[in-house]
């Protein structure tokens, strides 16, 4: 089959492998993602620049990235991850992450892991300063812009 996940495909991978049952969908994997790619874990702030190169918008259920949500239906297609609640392991692959991005993603998931995608929802809108309720004025706006610099 050829399980060779690369980028954000490793880190979606290892972040289904590390949550497990606690994986719950595709819309906690998202706000994770977005995360791993835009959370300077040292400071706590979000940065300009993601860190792999998936852009993400404001959505209908927040902060959402077409490039990502590609590789992960990618994964499904490829029997990689199965689509569900919770996103399960469709078969044991290896990822390749670097050591400073692996120690980032497994300080985010000590933080945020146990939050329910609705609450990384919230959470990431609020990162980005934007009210829940308000997010609709956001719609479609590039999340590198809203970031203060």
């Given at each position: 089959m050829g399980c060779a996940p690369l980028g954000i495909r490793d880190v979606l991978v290892y972040l289904v492998r590390k949550l497990g049952s606690?994986?719950?969908g595709r819309k906690k994997l998202m706000k994770l993602a977005f995360l791993v790619e835009h959370l300077d874990v040292?400071?706590?702030?979000?940065?300009?620049e993601p860190r792999l190169g998936d852009v993400f918008f404001i959505y209908y259920y927040g902060v959402f990235s077409f490039d990502v949500m590609r590789e992960y239906e990618n994964l499904v297609r490829e029997g990689v991850l199965v689509d569900g609640y919770p996103v399960k392991l469709g078969c044991e692959v290896e990822t390749r992450l670097e050591e400073r991005l692996r120690h980032d993603v497994d300080e985010i998931l000590e933080r945020y892991g146990d939050r329910s995608g609705y609450e990384?929802?919230?959470?990431?809108?609020?990162?980005l300063g934007i009210e829940p309720h308000k997010k609709d004025l956001y719609f479609g706006k590039r999340v590198d812009e809203l970031i203060p610099p």
């Open positions: 606690k994986s719950e040292r400071s706590g702030r979000l940065r300009k990384l929802e919230l959470e990431t809108l609020h990162m």
